[in-house]
């Protein structure tokens, strides 16, 4: 048996709201889960690779950095949002559709693949125009336009990084290619695709 949660494990975690209601209502919803997620990845040393928050479900892609499980980050995560969430609704019952699912990733393309899908989810799905102008995705820090610290983002972008790749003379390193816009072209070319699979679904699933 394969032993999904050790240290350096790489996961897709995501989850939606029970019967696709939504999870997040109004702007402090986003950024309470936010505070809740910097907390809890902070105290189970989980790094945060990239993030988007929908009106109901979310994305994580996370690496577990010690011995500490990321399934106990998960149930505190969800469990405090729950009880956040039901007392300023005046809901009850269960918020999530069911426990969390977590993916393990296991190739380095499936790795970039996802972070793309991820960072595409909100145009896909058509509440932005273009990815980058979502906010509750953590795209706009990938692209340099915003300072957030919540990620690692390293571990993606220094696969684009075109200088790690030159001589670093004058005249290459006056050429090269930040990774930040090399990464903003790989995202768009894969959500042409990514696109594609969408509209497909809408044919061969229920």
């Known amino acids: ?11 897709h975690v995501y989850s939606r709201g029970a019967n696709k209601d939504l999870i997040f209502k109004d702007e402090q919803d986003y950024y309470y889960f936010l505070k809740r997620l910097r907390f809890y990845k902070e105290k189970y040393k989980i790094s945060i690779i990239c993030f988007v928050l929908m009106p109901n479900h979310f994305h994580l892609m996370t690496k577990q950095l ?6 106990r980050m998960m149930q505190y995560l969800l469990n405090g ?13 269960c918020l999530f559709e069911s426990k969390f699912k977590a993916i393990l990733v296991d190739k380095n393309e499936y790795l ?16 932005a125009h273009k990815a980058e102008d979502y906010k509750w995705s953590s795209y706009v820090d990938y692209l340099g336009t915003r300072n957030g610290t919540l990620c690692d983002k390293e571990i993606i972008l220094s696969q684009f990084d075109s200088e790690l790749d030159s001589d670093l003379d004058s005249e290459s390193s006056k050429d090269s290619e930040s990774a930040e816009s090399a ?7 894969a959500s042409v695709e990514i696109k594609n699979r969408k509209d497909l679904e809408k044919y061969l699933v229920d």
């Open 112 to 127: 970039l693949w996802l972070s793309a899908y991820i960072h595409t989810n909100s145009s896909v799905a058509n509440l």
């Open 183 to 189: 990464y903003k072209k790989f995202v768009e070319m």
């Open 66 to 71: 010690n011995d500490l499980p990321l399934f």
């Open 81 to 93: 949002y729950t009880l956040y969430f039901n007392k300023k609704y005046n809901h009850s019952g």
């Open 1 to 11: 048996m394969i032993k999904k949660y050790y240290q350096g494990a790489i996961h």
